[in-house]
DNA sequence: CCAAAAGTGTTTCGTATACACCCATGT
DNA sequence: ACATGGGTGTATACGAAACACTTTTGG
């Protein structure tokens, strides 16, 4: 917990779930009794590297901690490295007694996460870190550079969502296309035709209907799918790129 | 030169070139007695870190240094954190007494870098580094984890090359459109329909033809044309992809 | 029977693809 | 005159976009 620390080096992830129409990040709180909105103490999840740990293992390591899942996307989209990035917060003292080092300079490196927002986070966890979920639209002033981090993260999504099958990654495992639709719309700031979205998903073979409906619902219950990674990847070699 | 050293984060940087319808990188190689070949001791042109500079800058610095250019195109692509990535090498000892400090271990991150060969690069400066250039298809055997580096780099560039107007840092300042349509197909490792590639490229308002030919060659010459970048700013804004 | 979201087809337009020959220059 | 790469046009096929109504369920 201490001198097992890395002072150089920390990990930050920008954990993105998907829920009722809306694209969200959880964030975390360091003082509960502070008002969340307003206390200036929001953060993104995230630490200092343990010695000799491999960066990928502290995000899993951080997300884990945090939510209790595995085998979850990570996907590391920059480095924070402005030597005056963690000036001017108090944050920095509880740095510094975290790693009982010195803390000269921190260079953070950024991971964005998707999570099936439906897998639900243990309560307990979420409230031992006071865990929260915050639109993208509107996330309130973090410590640090977080704010910056998180931006940047969500224009990597932005653009890595229509390059790749990252949308699954934010759907629970069946799903109904019209879900997938606004998952589109919701990131991508845009509106698309139903019909045409749907024959354009439909030609994609790797997106296969079940023979399962949505229950429980109080209207014409949707056809569900599922993604095959495996028919997904076997396709990718000859045209690189995913299009929807 | 020494204690002045962030002994924990190094730059690394992959320099590409094209030239003579190859896409090349440029590698230094850091004993000059021995065949470069054969000898182990070619790397990619990288520095740890000065204390307190911005990774940008330490790319920028060592850029100017081995070629004397500025203003060259940089882009971060990766993260090298792998703990053992230096073991078995003298060349760590080197890392030791060039930073004055115990070397425990170091993250590289990695830049990969677009430059115009026709700026030709000063003799003098290849020389005082060794540096030379390589066929991306030939890469010999390099020191550390370069060769992974290397490979990185260039899955990025080709990636990138197909949503970015990266090309253009590639070619001069006035290119033909054949030339262009060569670059792509050296990177993309593919042959494009020459009638086709003409068209698609002529049809963009950013790739403007000048009053002005080639000359010197002993057949027809070709018309030149420019990239206007402003003008692809202005339009990229709409529709966010570059596309070829 | 009403509310709510699911699901469905056709036409039009533009871009992608395939393909073979003449042109301008230097030597 | 010839060798070398530059430069051009058309026909076909395919995917993108625009557009409005019917269907199925739960309450």
Redesign the interface.
Known sequence: MTANL?P??SVDCVIFGFDENELKALLINRDPSEDPASSGKLKLPGDLII?????IHAAERILAELTGLHDIYLK?F??F???GRLDSSDDLKWLQERSGLPV??V?T?AYYSLIKIDKRIPTDLSIAYNAQWYPCSSIPAMIFDHNMIAESGLDTLR?EM??EPLCFELLPEKFALNQLQRLYEAILGCSLDNRNFRKKIQRLPYIVPLNERQNGVRHKPALLHVFDNEKYISIKKDN??FII
């Open positions: 890395n150089h080096i010695r000799g740990e491999v960066l590391q920059g480095i490295d402005d030597p000269e300079r260079i490196v653009r229509l390059t690189t790129v």
